[in-house]
């Protein structure tokens, strides 16, 4: 079952613009993700949470997608995701960036698995302008942001592949707009 979610669970650029997302599921998403390990325990992230239309479409230009398909503005101007979660570090609770990284990691991967089982699906954005979004969104100078990670109703087709033979894995979509993964195989990240 499991496994099933981490399956389920792809990279999505494009979202279903009728579907809205609400503020109680995106405050069960945070949820999950503050009861998520956190190095030594501290605790510093905090996440802000966007499911307006408006805020939504004010953080929309603020990030960058898809660095891999340079020919390719996603998401497509229909497919918006309607909904942000920004996870951010408190510098007041700790200030050190690199020493919790991982629990951005580890927060931002609940957050997707946890909107998955709900029915959603999601994209960790980390190339975004963190001074304008902080700007944008109202931050205190101490809450610095440290991922944004889309939230929304999947509308697009996302199909795992096995690598090429020279092991290239970047991703690519076809001419019907199907977004293929390339994925190493086990016997090959097994050391």
Not at 5 to 34: F, H, I, P
Not at 144 to 153: D, N, T
Request: one cysteine or more; hydrophobic letters at 40%.
């Amino acid at each position: 079952m499991f496994k099933d979610l981490v399956l389920k669970n792809r990279s999505c650029r494009g979202y279903d613009a009728g579907r809205a997302v609400t503020r109680e599921e995106l405050l069960y998403l945070a949820d999950c993700a503050r009861l998520a390990a956190s190095s030594g325990n501290v605790q510093p992230l905090k996440y802000y949470l966007v499911s307006t239309k408006e805020e939504a479409a004010r953080i929309q230009p603020l990030t960058k997608w898809a660095a891999a398909l340079p020919d390719m503005t996603l998401p497509h101007p229909d497919k918006c995701p309607p909904a942000f979660i920004v996870i951010c570090q408190d510098e007041q609770v700790d200030s050190a960036q690199t020493k919790y990284l991982r629990d951005v990691g580890i927060a931002a991967q609940t957050i997707l698995l946890a909107a998955t089982e709900q029915g959603l699906g999601g994209c960790m954005i980390g190339n975004f302008h963190a001074g304008k979004l902080s700007e944008t969104l109202g931050l205190a100078q101490h809450i610095r942001p440290m991922l944004v990670i889309a939230i929304g109703a999947p509308d697009e087709t996302i199909i795992l592949a096995e690598a090429q033979p020279d092991g290239n894995v970047a991703y690519y979509r076809d001419e019907n707009g199907v977004h293929y993964v390339p994925k190493r195989r086990l016997a090959d990240v097994i050391l």
